[in-house]
């Protein structure tokens, strides 16, 4: 079992950034995949960015260019940085790890809210 916490989330206005941690309780070195979701009011939680071993990153169209997803393999934490945040980027955001043997694990989620 891992246990993923993430932080970082607050309130911010629009333009401004945060970068959200989250912190696993076990090793992340051989993770097959990292990975940051989202889930906006009202609406069904949808991948923002995705890091799995040995592949190009990936991020939704809408955060292309303004989120960075990355990793500290010697501290177990996954980061986003987010920037140029837009009120549309309101929403939970939850952690996600798949480890070596695929096993799913998701943090508890941190709110993100972006005034205008």
């Known amino acids: 079992q891992v246990q993923l916490v993430e932080s970082g989330g607050g309130l911010v206005q629009a333009g401004g950034s945060l970068r959200l941690s989250c912190a696993a309780s076990?090793?992340?070195?051989?993770?097959?995949?990292m990975a940051w979701h989202r889930q906006a009011p009202g609406k069904a939680r949808e991948p923002v960015a995705l890091?799995?071993?040995?592949?190009?990153?990936w991020y939704a169209d809408s955060v292309k260019g303004r989120f960075t997803i990355s990793r500290d393999s010697a501290r177990n934490t996954i980061y986003l940085q987010m920037n140029s945040l837009k009120p549309e980027d309101t929403g939970v955001y939850y952690c996600?790890?798949?480890?070596?043997?695929?096993?799913?694990?998701w943090g508890q989620g941190t709110q993100v809210t972006v005034s205008s």
């Open positions: 996600f790890l798949s480890d070596s043997l695929s096993r799913n694990y």
């Open positions: 076990k090793s992340i070195f051989n993770s097959r995949a």
């Open positions: 890091l799995p071993a040995g592949a190009n990153t």
